[in-house]
Nanobody, 124 residues
Framework: QVQLVESGGRLVQAGDSLRLSCTASPRALWTYNVGWFRQAPGKEREFVSVISRIGGTIAYADSVKGRFAISRDFSKNIMYLQMNSLKPEDAALYYC?????????????????WGQGTQVTVSS
């Protein structure tokens, strides 16, 4: 079992940068695949990024590739999502998630543990 708590979401302007954090307890993040999903009002939750527990493979959704960066700090047991050049369409509730599949997961069904989300609002 692992508890995930997201933070860092707030109102920003288009073009701004923002860093989200996901703190895990009590188990270490490196034992899981960890990722970010987001859900905008009226839309389904969608994959944003993942970093795998085996090999540290990283994947991004096409919509954020080149603008977002996922990382982990093992010493602090925290995962980050650095978001640059934010667009109004990036506005959503952002969730961090953890799972134990062998393959690098991109589907929410492959993640067993979820945080409560942190809200990102982007004004144009």
């Amino acid at each position: 079992q692992v508890q995930l708590v997201e933070s860092g979401g707030r109102l920003v302007q288009a073009g701004d940068s923002l860093r989200l954090s996901c703190t895990a307890s009590p188990r270490a993040l490196w034992t899981y695949n960890v990722g970010w999903f987001r859900q905008a009002p009226g839309k389904e939750r969608e994959f944003v990024s993942v970093i795998s527990r085996i090999g540290g493979t990283i994947a991004y959704a096409d919509s954020v590739k080149g603008r977002f960066a996922i990382s982990r700090d093992f010493s602090k047991n925290i995962m980050y999502l650095q978001m640059n050049s934010l667009k109004p369409e990036d506005a959503a509730l952002y969730y961090c998630a953890a799972g134990s599949t062998i393959d690098v997961p991109k589907d929410e069904s492959q993640f067993e543990f979820w945080g409560q989300g942190t809200q990102v609002t982007v004004s144009s």
